[in-house]
C-alpha cells in the first residue's frame, strides 16, 4: 500500500527487485549489461543511500563481475570470523589456549 503512494519507496524497491533478479540469473552477459544499468539508474534515482551504493558498486564493478562469473565470494570466510570473535568475547579470560582452540573448532564446523 505504501508503495501507491510515495514515489522514493516505490523507485526503492524497483531497484531492490531488479538487483535481485540480477544476482538470482544464470547469464553472465546479462548480469554484466544490467548491473551497469542498474548502477547509472540508482545513481540518478534521487536516493542517497543508493546514490552510495552505487557508487560503491561501480567503484567495485570488476570484482562484482567475478563473483557472478566464478560463484565465489568471501562471505563463509566472514562468517567463521565472526563467529571466532564472538566466542572470543564470551570466552574472555579463559586461560586455557588449547580449551579455547578446541571451542573455535567445535564452533565452526
Same mark, same amino acid.
Given at each position: 500500500?505504501?508503495?501507491?503512494? &510515495?514515489?522514493?519507496?516505490?523507485? $526503492?524497491?524497483?531497484?531492490?527487485? /531488479?538487483?535481485?533478479?540480477?544476482? %538470482?540469473?544464470? *547469464?553472465?552477459?546479462? %548480469?554484466?549489461?544490467?548491473? =551497469?544499468? /542498474?548502477? %547509472?539508474? $540508482?545513481?540518478?534515482? +534521487?536516493?542517497?543511500?543508493?546514490? *552510495?551504493? =552505487? $557508487? @560503491?558498486?561501480?567503484? /567495485?564493478?570488476?570484482?562484482?563481475?567475478? $563473483?557472478?562469473?566464478? +560463484?565465489? @565470494? &568471501? +562471505?563463509? @570466510?566472514? +562468517?567463521?570470523? &565472526? *563467529?571466532?570473535?564472538?566466542?572470543?568475547?564470551?570466552?574472555?579470560?579463559? *586461560? &586455557?589456549?588449547?580449551?579455547?582452540?578446541?571451542?573455535?573448532?567445535?564452533? @565452526?564446523?
Amino acid at each position: 500500500l505504501m508503495l501507491l503512494y &510515495n514515489d522514493d519507496l516505490r523507485i $526503492a524497491h524497483k531497484l531492490k527487485e /531488479w538487483f535481485y533478479e540480477i544476482c %538470482q540469473s544464470d *547469464k553472465y552477459s546479462y %548480469q554484466c549489461r544490467e548491473l =551497469a544499468k /542498474w548502477i %547509472q539508474n $540508482a545513481e540518478s534515482s +534521487g536516493i542517497p543511500e543508493f546514490e *552510495k551504493c =552505487a $557508487a @560503491t558498486y561501480r567503484r /567495485w564493478h570488476k570484482e562484482i563481475k567475478n $563473483a557472478f562469473k566464478y +560463484g565465489y @565470494t &568471501n +562471505g563463509p @570466510t566472514e +562468517g567463521f570470523n &565472526n *563467529k571466532i570473535k564472538v566466542l572470543k568475547r564470551i570466552s574472555f579470560g579463559l *586461560k &586455557n589456549f588449547y580449551r579455547f582452540r578446541n571451542r573455535i573448532l567445535h564452533c @565452526t564446523s
